[in-house]
């Protein structure tokens, strides 16, 4: 599966931002999706992920609240929503994707071990 995130590159603190993820090459419902984030000089870390059906969400303990990812199966497509955006959300925020959560371990599986397909990441800058 191909993966290309999106969305406004430079916004005010204190803003909203809705990146979005176009899936091609497979049947995009087969597969969990996740946003990650890495700022400058630092480790890519897990925001959250949701499951092929959408019936589903898991975000990362500090994400909680000010996040929010949704999907579209029939665009292919799936969101990450940010509000109250801090200059500290400054980030490449990557989408991926993902096939191995067992269903006992359920989406968090993906914030200890990854996901196995990523896209390129989209530059997300917040000025104060």
């Known amino acids: 599966v191909q993966l290309q995130a999106s969305g406004r590159g430079l916004v005010q603190a204190g803003g909203s931002l809705r990146l979005s993820c176009v899936a091609s090459?497979?049947?995009?419902?087969?597969?969990?999706m996740g946003w990650f984030r890495q700022g400058a000089g630092k480790s890519r870390v897990f925001v959250g992920a949701?499951?092929?059906?959408?019936?589903?969400?898991y975000y990362a303990e500090s994400k909680r609240g000010r996040f929010t990812i949704s999907r579209d199966n029939a665009k292919n497509t799936v969101y990450l929503q940010v509000n109250s955006l801090t200059p500290e959300d400054t980030a490449v925020y990557y989408c991926?994707?993902?096939?191995?959560?067992?269903?006992?371990?359920?989406?968090?599986?993906?914030?200890?071990?990854?996901?196995?397909?990523w896209g390129k990441g989209t530059q997300v800058t917040v000025s104060s």
């Open positions: 991926a994707a993902g096939t191995r959560a067992p269903e006992n371990y359920g989406l968090r599986y993906y914030e200890d071990y990854g996901m196995e397909y």
């Open positions: 090459g497979r049947t995009f419902s087969n597969y969990d």
């Open positions: 949701i499951s092929g059906s959408g019936s589903s969400t």
